[in-house]
């Protein structure tokens, strides 16, 4: 008999049995059975021009889908008959106890895909024992954010003022928040040509073709749209500034997010001075700015080129790895951008990093589903990684290094 044909007699081939949150799954993520399930769902739910903002890149998606390939340059050589029983996914990142090598990447607006979504995603990443970021461009302040959820991070979009930076680091530490992350790589606003193709506009704008989407989403339009505004009122941002930011619907709201083009390395060095918790900095790939970033006293960095959204053309994060380790000298490096699998994350720390961070899938599973949808994502994440472990013939994720890993056609970086 072949191993095909006794696959599908045998029990534990039963979905439930493969995918053990199958047994527990909220309705809406019924037929979600990997990450790469929850975009077609999403883009089912969501008006096109909300869903165009968080599905899109920039300009030609050249660095987005160079995130997703450089994956199949990189295969694995698993060792065998080592026994694998008592496998776990625990790591320690800049001292910190993390029950699973990933967190929740900062993502605006997360309160307008799904209700309440920043909450969403806090408060699951807090059961699951992993850090969720939150984005200078959320909706739901940050303060009742960290009550809801202890141990979350906070990601800050910085100007050139430091009476500003400050402000916004006394706000932030007076919130109980340890670790502040700055974004270096939005100092200038990208094209916004695909945004424009979906009808996304900044400040939303009220009109016929947004009434014709939201009658034809009418679970979303009901379920968070008019959820939030009747409970809540018009949606702020909330947490870009040291005060409350602009109304979602104000022509404010847009230069609220412009002129950061003075950002510069004193900007993160009168940070460090300022801010007495864990500093990382988000969104480099070069070489020589991980050593600058380390020299200017950051705990860390995350390896990222925004998902695609920013400078199209940027090299993936993956292929930035080797020679930012290579100028870390022992800081912290973690990674972000394209991951959706467990094989996905045990390649970035097969080649050095130290965590990783997953954006938009989460983003759509709290607009699906809430609070059980991101549990539920986690949860398939969590039984890819111990099943890809097991088959790797390693016990732990601290025994993954580049002894499993064959690299012949992955493109890297070199320090020059």
Request: aromatic letters at 8%; glycine letters at 10%; proline letters at 6%.
């Amino acid at each position: 008999m072949s191993a095909e044909f006794h696959n599908l007699l045998d029990p534990a081939s039963s979905p439930t049995k493969m995918i053990p949150e199958m047994a527990r799954a909220p309705r809406q993520m019924k037929r979600i059975f990997a990450l790469e399930d929850l975009e077609p769902a999403a883009r089912r739910l969501l008006p096109s021009p909300i869903f165009g903002y968080v599905a899109g890149g920039a300009e030609t998606n050249s660095s987005m889908t160079d995130n997703r390939r450089v994956f199949d340059e990189i295969q694995f050589l698993p060792r065998m008959l080592v026994g694998v029983a008592n496998r776990t996914l625990d790591c320690e990142v800049m001292g910190k106890h993390y029950a699973l090598p990933f967190g929740i990447a900062p993502m605006g607006v997360s309160a307008l895909t799904g209700y309440r979504g920043d909450l969403s995603l806090a408060r699951s990443a807090s059961r699951a024992g992993i850090p969720m970021i939150i984005s200078a461009a959320s909706l739901i302040p940050l303060e009742e954010i960290a009550e809801a959820a202890p141990g979350v991070w906070y990601q800050a979009y910085l100007s050139g003022d430091r009476e500003e930076a400050a402000a916004m680091v006394e706000r932030v530490s007076h919130a109980g928040i340890d670790t502040f992350v700055i974004t270096a790589d939005s100092a200038v606003v990208p094209s916004r040509e695909n945004n424009l193709r979906t009808g996304y506009r900044t400040p939303i704008r009220p009109n016929l073709a947004l009434l014709r989407d939201g009658i034809m989403h009418p679970r979303w339009s009901i379920g968070t749209f008019l959820r939030t505004f009747l409970h809540h009122g018009v949606p702020h941002f909330e947490n870009a500034a040291p005060g409350r930011g602009a109304p979602l619907l104000s022509r404010q709201a847009v230069r609220d997010f412009s002129g950061r083009e003075a950002l510069d390395w004193d900007v993160v060095r009168f940070v460090r001075s300022r801010w007495k918790g864990r500093l990382v900095i988000k969104g480099l790939l070069h070489a020589g700015d991980v050593a600058l970033a380390r020299q200017a006293g950051a705990d860390a960095v995350i390896l990222s080129n925004h998902g695609g959204r920013q400078l199209d053309g940027a090299l993936s994060p993956m292929r930035a790895l080797p020679a930012a380790l290579e100028q870390a000298s022992g800081m912290c490096v973690m990674i972000d951008s394209g991951f959706r699998r467990g094989t996905d994350i045990l390649k970035a720390i097969g080649l050095g990093a130290k965590f990783v961070f997953i954006g938009r899938p989460f983003n759509y599973a709290s607009a699906l589903a809430g609070e059980a949808g991101v549990d539920y994502v986690i949860g398939l994440l969590r039984t890819q990684l111990r099943a890809d472990l097991g088959m790797l013939g390693l016990r732990s994720i601290r025994e993954m290094s580049q002894e499993v890993l064959f690299l012949e056609k992955f493109a890297r970086v070199r320090v020059q």
